[in-house]
Every structure is written in structure tokens, then in C-alpha cells.
């Protein structure tokens, strides 16, 4: 069905702003999500590669996810639009670059801003933990990047929560949460973005 569209000029201009920006935006999620994916499937094919193959695949996804954030920050500069709707992924990827986080599943939910999700998987985390499905060891790792993620996206941690993220934090998270915390702008970044995300509580 073809309309004719008259009238304020402006605000169509503006509509096709907001819709470029939304194209923006699903196109780098696709490319993050291909990425995540490379993540994950080389971590799941770990057992059956030599180390050496091993490493230099993931060094070779790591290199492709710096092109990819330096091309995000070329994107973002001076636009406030984009900051607010990639600023989560920014700093998502700057996680998975200095391997802070290694979780793909836990790094694509925080660069999508998914709040609600973060908290279903630390519920079912939770679950397979008690149940004998999830080692210590795993569960210890991702709990503690989901808290930080949570805590980046501006959502309010129990003090439970709390604590145990300061227990189990390891240096290289903390050199991360350390860095993004000095850069100041992107907090204030994040928790503006975070602020018109439906809390979900599991």
C-alpha cells in the first residue's frame, strides 16, 4: 500500500533517524552474535583441538572483536543516540577482549542490555549448581560476571550478592571493573541506558 506522507517534514526526518539508528544497531548486534557464537563453539570443540590450534583460533576471534569494538567506537563518537544504544556493548566487548568475561551467552546478554535474562540464567544457575548439573567452579566463574554485568547495567545487587562477587572477583575482572569505572562517562552512560529497562525480578 503506497501513502503519501505530508506534513512536519521534521519529524519524518527524525522517524528515519530513529529507524537508521535501529538498523544500526540489529546489524553490530548480528555481528556481536556471530562473534559470541565463534566464542562458544571453540570452547565446546575445546577437547577434540591441540592447544596451540586452540589458542590461535581464539586469539585470531579476539583480534576480530578489537576491529569490531574500534569500528563501534568510531560509530559512537559524538552521537548520543548511538552511546546510549551501544554503549552496553562497548563495554561488553571490552570484557570479552580482556577476557574479564568468558562466558559468550553471559557477554551477549550484557552488550544487549538484558537484565531480566542475566537474572533467569543466575536462577537456573543456581538450580544445577544444587542439583550436581554445574561444577563450583563454573558456577563461581559465571555468577561472578553476571553480578558484574548486573552491576553495570546500573541494576541494584543484594548485599548477598554483594559479597560474594568481592569473595570471588578475580584480578582480571577487577582490573576491568577498575578501568570502566575510571572512564566515569561510560557508568553514567550505562545506568541513563539501563534506566528505561524493565526490571524483571526472577
Known sequence: MNLAVSG?????????????????KQNMEEQLDRLMQQLQDLEEC??????????????????QLNEFNESLKKMVTGNMTLVDELGGMQLAIQAAIS??????????????????????????MDRDVMVGKLSRDVYTQQ?????????????KLTVEDETFLAENVTATLSQFEKITAD???????????SSGVEKTKV
Open 8 to 24: 512536519n517534514k521534521g519529524g519524518s526526518m527524525a522517524s528515519r533517524g530513529k529507524s537508521e539508528t535501529g538498523k544500526l
Open 183 to 193: 572512564l566515569g562517562s561510560e557508568d553514567k552512560i550505562m545506568a541513563l541506558a
Open 143 to 155: 555468577k561472578v560476571e553476571i553480578l558484574t554485568a548486573l552491576r553495570k547495567l546500573g541494576e
Open 46 to 63: 575445546r577437547e577434540d583441538l591441540e592447544e596451540e590450534e586452540y589458542e590461535e583460533t581464539k586469539k585470531e576471534t579476539l583480534e
Open 99 to 124: 577476557q574479564a568475561f568468558k562466558t559468550p551467552e553471559v557477554i551477549r546478554m550484557f552488550a544487549k542490555k538484558q537484565p531480566g535474562q542475566l537474572r533467569t540464567r543466575l536462577a537456573e
